[in-house]
């Protein structure tokens, strides 16, 4: 099999001497590196939502954003990447601000080759290095990211390439099914950048009528339209210095998808009925579970938008994709139900084979509601595959057992209905007898008086 070549680290010089960059560049493009020149401070931190370096060779004294403070900010958002320093300065006074800062190193000019690309070397696999002791820590913690669970090859895959971009601002698209869990990966990127002190604010688009999309995103002046009473903050400006996750993006309308746009380029925008521009500094990931491409050809959704918004994809697996996921998935959501309820409800292998020769059209959402109902159905503490949704039976081959006449329609019942009909049967087998009725449901005298009222169910008198 032929491998594939390994991709050219990425090195961003920022210098406003262009000779000096024309040079350097020329030195290590020859040494095997990718190498995007900026010519101040400003334009490095704006082309970064775009690149992923792997180092940064920086210019201490530069006209507008100032070097020290351009590696104040590369630092706070992307502490990972190593920043070298150049200046001509040899004051220990700029050493020292730089090395408290977060700087790898500091070279003076005139710039020796040798040394610089020694540093550059040094760097890049440093940044390789703490790339693999991040990847190594979730690994040894067994929870991959915020509690996303799996262990399959299409799992890995994707924590390598989380591992790529969480200590970047490049914007993400995140592609998958319905139900695979593309906020939860957003949350999770979120949580492991240099944003996570912030907020992380979730918009599903799909979920705002078409008529209120601008006012939610960018908020409104008071007396902006009928019903517009008091001023509101819009999505964008609750995001200033965290993350901004537009779920269901292809659901914006075409206006909304120009002025996606132009905040994306300018980093600014107005309220509804408002004149003053209003800046945010926010990290942007989208997603979708439909072709965005195939809507861009369509004409459907614009295609600068496209290429703003896909800078980086995550292709999240559907989960007939990571059947050796299931176990896992199952067993942790069987954990959470038992600790919220303190029951101890076990899943017999049987259950979990047919789990897992299942197609979940639905994904992992499909999995964890089957799961819910089958605990709330298991009254004598065991998920055994008579107690799965009948779809899951039909489609595995398995006999679906006669369902008595007083249980025909239990797979059409909420969740809740379903867990009142188990709390009534205890109660009437048990003839009123709240000890015995506990031992079977697996719940504690407090949880089952708080049932009790909350169905408003009677208790039969004990004769």
Request: a neutral charge; aromatic letters at 6%.
């Amino acid at each position: 099999m032929n491998s594939q070549p390994a991709p050219q680290p990425v090195v961003v010089l920022v210098d406003d001497d262009r000779s000096l960059c024309a040079l350097t560049r020329g030195w290590l493009q020859k040494s095997g590196y990718d190498v995007r020149v900026m010519h101040d401070g400003a334009s490095c931190l704006v082309d970064m939502r775009q690149t992923l370096p792997d180092v940064i060779c920086l210019d201490l004294n530069m006209p507008g954003l100032g070097g020290l403070e351009t590696l104040r900010q590369i630092k706070e958002h992307y502490p990972l990447v190593p920043v070298i320093m150049l200046t001509a300065e040899t004051a220990i006074e700029s050493v020292v601000s730089s090395m408290q800062l977060g700087a790898y190193d500091y070279l003076t000019k005139p710039i020796d080759r040798t040394r610089l690309e020694t540093a550059i070397k040094n760097a890049v696999d440093r940044h390789s290095l703490s790339m693999r002791l991040s990847q190594l820590e979730r690994e040894a913690s067994g929870e991959g990211y915020a509690g996303i669970v799996g262990e399959s090859a299409p799992m890995k895959q994707l924590f390598l390439q989380m591992d790529r971009i969480v200590s970047s601002d490049i914007t993400v698209l995140i592609n998958g099914e319905s139900g695979t869990g593309k906020e939860l990966v957003a949350r999770a990127i979120h949580e492991h950048s240099g944003r996570r002190r912030h907020a992380f604010v979730a918009v599903n688009c799909s979920a705002i009528p078409e008529t209120l999309q601008e006012s939610e995103l960018f908020g409104h002046e008071k007396g902006a339209f009928t019903g517009a009473t008091n001023r509101r903050i819009g999505k964008f400006e609750q995001a200033h210095g965290g993350t901004l996750f537009l779920d269901e993006v292809a659901e914006l309308n075409s206006q909304l998808q120009a002025k996606l746009l132009r905040v994306l380029q300018e980093r600014s925008f107005q309220r509804v009925g408002g004149s003053s521009e209003i800046t945010s500094d926010f990290r942007l990931i989208a997603a979708t579970h439909k072709n965005l491409e195939e809507l861009v050809r369509e004409g459907a959704f614009r295609e600068d938008l496209y290429f703003r918004i896909a800078v980086f994809e995550l292709a999240l697996p559907p989960l007939r994709e990571r059947t050796g996921d299931i176990p896992l998935l199952a067993a942790k959501q069987l954990e959470e139900l038992n600790r919220s309820e303190r029951r101890k409800v076990e899943m017999t292998p049987e259950a979990v084979e047919v789990l897992s020769s299942y197609s979940w059209p639905g994904n992992v959402r499909e999995l964890h509601n089957a799961i819910q109902r089958a605990w709330v159905a298991a009254d004598d503490n065991f998920i055994r595959p008579a107690k799965l949704p009948a779809r899951v039976l039909r489609e595995t081959d398995r006999e679906t057992p006669p369902v008595p006449d007083d249980q025909q329609g239990l797979a059409g019942l909420t969740l809740e209905e379903l867990e009142r009909r188990a709390i009534a049967t205890a109660l009437e087998q048990a003839h009123g007898n709240l000890s015995l009725a506990c031992r079977r449901l697996g719940i504690g005298r407090a949880t089952i008086y708080r049932k009790i009222k909350k169905y408003n169910l009677r208790v039969e008198s004990r004769s």
